[in-house]
């Protein structure tokens, strides 16, 4: 009977402990609106969870969530006070103006390293890095993506492309792949500085190793969460919105034309934005401060955020914001032709800490374009257990995504035609 009453005591006194620093996070941020939960956004537990109000929001929330919760709360920043983590404030931001003086003030916004902490299994890294640790890998880095290697990075990827139609899909006519992804793992094999084969050491077993290079690709990229989550284990027809892409002047270039291919890298912008592979990028507040941004009515609203608060730059928020993108539900890659609202696109980050590697992706990203689009015209595979659906259907099953490190298409099952 004492035993209980001693325990009782302490879980409600613990109870009353977590209720007081709750309700102080939200006094301090003067209620500003948004979701009260007891997982934070970034909390495992919660992360597995599916959606439960009040408990969790459940896994690729940040994608699934588009611009709606910014709706939903009246302005484009909204708060999440969660019980877990110690009683966890943060500020979700779809505001393009307070997303660049976040990004571009490191000092009063770093990263908050803690949660780069998974990524530190391989060593300590430039991504998961801050202060002078992060400048002298920056500047140890930095040389490698010249615009010299940036050339390598093409004519690489078209001789990889070349080894793909000749050696893997024989030149046929027609080809069929259940999954993309595990293509374009290979494609991504460059950026090891690996030279591979598509018949050889990229898919056989290399003496005295236990797998093929393409299955440690597939093994690292797949089973990325399992290695976060548990360290310790695991040492139809075209759609027609795309259908102009295929422009027949859009053959093999060389990289010095790069320039030239605008509607490449407009498509492939516009997949960025309706993707982006990093929905959000974290930051913490290093001091009291204060981020403006408007509400539905264009009025103003001053957010306080304490020292201490998480600073979430939510690139899915932004790129599918309305006060920036027409129609940002659309695939339009026309938007970027033109003028168009630089500081509302984020998928490589921004200020210092941005992507390195943006021009390397881009470059590579846009040869496989022109290589694929100027030899083969792309349709969704035909498969009998779909037969049937509507091409919302459709297209619901092959764009859903999947939350990993980044996001990922589910299964994308492909058809490749060579065009005559
Ligand atoms: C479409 C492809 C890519 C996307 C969308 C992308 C996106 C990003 C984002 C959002 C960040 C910031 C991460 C953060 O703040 O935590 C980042 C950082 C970085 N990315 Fe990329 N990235 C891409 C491709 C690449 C490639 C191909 C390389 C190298 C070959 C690369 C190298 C880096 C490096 C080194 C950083 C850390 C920069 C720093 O902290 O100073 N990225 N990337």
């Not at 190793?209 to 976060?228: D, G, P, R, W, Y």
């Not at 492939?268 to 309706?274: H, P, Q, S, T």
């Not at 790129?319 to 490589?348: C, I, M, Q, S, T």
């Not at 689009?373 to 764009?399: P, Q």
Request: with cysteine.
């Amino acid at each position: 009977m004492g035993l209980k009453l001693v325990i009782g005591s302490f879980c409600l006194l613990y109870a009353c402990h977590k209720f007081v620093g709750f309700w102080r996070a939200i006094q301090s941020i003067k209620n500003h609106p948004g979701h009260r939960l007891i997982f934070s956004l970034d909390n495992i537990i919660g992360s597995l969870l599916p959606k439960i109000k009040y408990l969790s929001l459940g896994r690729n929330s940040a994608f699934l969530g588009k611009h709606d919760p910014f709706v939903l709360f009246g302005s484009d920043i909204y708060s999440v006070v969660s019980i877990s983590n110690n009683i966890q404030t943060t500020f979700v931001l779809a505001d393009a103006a307070a997303i660049k003086e976040v990004a571009y003030s490191r000092a009063r916004f770093p990263k908050p390293v803690h949660h780069y902490k998974a990524l530190t299994f391989y060593g300590r890294n430039i991504v998961a890095s801050e202060g002078d640790e992060w400048k002298t890998y920056r500047k140890i880095s930095a040389p490698a993506f010249s615009n010299r290697n940036n050339k390598l990075v093409w004519d690489e990827t078209l001789q990889i492309m070349e080894g793909l139609f000749a050696e893997v899909w024989e030149n046929k006519d027609v080809i069929s792949v259940d999954h993309f992804l595990e293509t374009t793992m290979l494609l991504g094999s460059g950026r090891f500085g690996k030279k591979i084969s598509w018949t050889e050491d990229g898919v056989t077993m290399a003496p005295g190793h236990q797998m093929s290079f393409k299955e440690a690709l597939h093994v690292v990229t797949t089973n990325f969460i399992i290695k976060i989550v548990v360290p310790k284990l695991s040492s139809g027809e075209q759609k027609p919105e795309f259908s102009n892409i295929t422009s027949p002047k859009q053959t093999i270039q060389t990289y010095e034309n790069m320039p030239q291919l605008t509607y490449c890298l407009a498509v492939f912008y516009e997949a960025l934005r309706l993707f982006p592979p990093a929905t959000t990028i974290p930051k913490i507040s290093a001091e009291d401060t204060t981020l403006t941004t408007v509400d539905i009515n264009g009025g103003r609203v001053n957010v306080p955020v304490p020292k201490g608060c998480h600073v979430s730059l939510s690139a899915v928020g932004l790129h599918y914001n309305p006060r920036y993108w027409e129609d940002p539900h659309a695939f339009k890659p026309e938007r970027f032709l033109g003028v168009w609202p630089r500081d509302a696109f984020l998928p490589f980050s921004s200020g210092a800490r941005a992507c390195l590697g943006k021009k390397f992706a881009e470059t590579e990203g846009i040869a496989i374009l022109t290589m694929l689009i100027s030899r083969y015209k792309i349709t969704i595979k035909e498969e009998a257990s779909f037969a049937g659906e509507t091409f919302e259907e459709r297209k619901e099953r092959v764009l859903s995504t999947r939350r990993g490190m980044t996001i990922t298409p589910v299964r994308m099952p492909l058809t490749f035609t060579r065009r005559t």
